[in-house]
């Protein structure tokens, strides 16, 4: 059957009008794929800010329970006793200036960076390369740190970084289509529980607008706002 005649007869599956609550919405969502590979997962929430305004920017990070069911990639720019603590981690590669002209030659095989903050005067050279790419490192989200050891292991674990874009959404991997519902569940919350905690000083009026879950080739299946606001008190 045509792609096109799968994802609408997914759609038909989604009642019209209805918002799930979370654990609803990723049982369905997970129901809805119907591709033969294991689809990620994703949370996409549009929040009440304008990042147009410095006090307006929601930035942060949050440790999934259960993982993103993706092997990631984890450089450390550090020397000396952070190398090998960094090392001992699992970071995947080590290093300092012989990184910095690597990546400035163009190799870019690596999904995160963890930097100490004795090389950030070296590692800001490369901000026109990784930041545009999400992979530059930040002390607001904790890659930016002496304790690269902590850094890496939570990286690998399943720490991810979220970010509200121009239009004031907020794009978050919760875990693979073949997770059990509970895990997806409890990955959705915890980013939940990460966003209205990151929730800025600026930002006035109702702020979280709509939460979807989807699978990376499935149709959104709408979340339940109020519920999830009452549950945080907002």
Known sequence: MPVAKLYAKAVQQIEPEKAYSVEEAVALAKRLGYTKFDETVDLA????VNPKYADQMVRGAVLLPHGTGKPVRVLVFAKGEKE?????AGADLVGAEDLVEKIQG???????????????????????ILGPRGLM???KVGTVTFDVG???RELKAGKVEFKVDKA?????PIGKRSFPEEHLAANA???LEALVKARPAGAKGQY??????STTMGPGVPVDVQRVANLYKL
């Open 45 to 48: 929430v549009r929040l009440g």
């Open 84 to 88: 090998r603590e960094a090392r001992e």
């Open 106 to 128: 163009g190799w870019l095989e690596f999904d995160t960076a963890v930097a100490t903050p004795d090389l950030m005067g070296q590692v800001s050279r490369l901000g026109k």
């Open 137 to 139: 490192p930040n002390p």
């Open 150 to 152: 902590r850094a890496v």
């Open 168 to 172: 004031g959404n907020v794009h978050v």
């Open 189 to 191: 919350n915890a980013v």
């Open 208 to 213: 979280l607008r709509s939460i979807t879950v």
